[in-house]
């Protein structure tokens, strides 16, 4: 752990940092799967869903800095390369030919779930500020979802 001032005792900053890292891996790993959606995608609803692809990555880059950042201010390292990733994410395999709204509205759920967890991970370790900043990327999560589903309508 790098020096930091932060009062959370190192135990539980080195824990948390933990946690955040493997949100971060699959921050990054959904990220990619969603500009591949948005690349690929072909249909009648092609622009709405590639705009809304495109919006939803954007948003997850802005979930993946603040994770990364929250990592080093614990006094950690944020593990955010693309192998890095790849290597840690949990998030489930596409499909040799995926159903691009399916699985998305998959990877977003999954991803939903363990920021779930974290959040009350982290709340239980004693990091509030931590388990704050999950809970704003669960909503945010949750309502992306609302948007893709109602495409499954």
């Known amino acids: 752990m790098n020096k930091t001032r932060n009062n959370l005792a190192e135990d539980t900053r080195r824990k948390v940092v933990g ?3 493997a949100r971060l891996a699959d921050a990054t790993d959904l990220r ?12 009648a609803q092609f622009f709405a869903l590639h705009e809304l692809f495109d919006a939803i990555a954007g948003r997850i880059d802005g979930h993946i800095d603040d994770i990364a950042e929250r990592a080093v201010q614990l006094g950690g ?3 955010g390369t693309i192998r890095q990733a790849a290597a840690a994410s949990t998030l489930p395999e596409p499909p040799a030919s995926p159903e691009w709204v399916e699985w998305v509205a998959g990877g977003l759920a999954a991803h939903g779930a363990l920021v779930r967890a974290a959040i009350d991970e982290t709340a239980g370790l004693g990091d509030a500020d931590t388990a704050d900043l999950f809970t704003g990327i669960s909503r945010d999560l949750d309502k992306d979802l609302w948007f893709v589903e109602a495409h499954l309508a």
């Open 19 to 21: 946690i955040l890292n």
């Open 77 to 79: 390292n944020a593990s």
């Open 32 to 43: 990619s799967q969603l500009k591949e959606a948005h690349w690929n995608f072909k249909g």
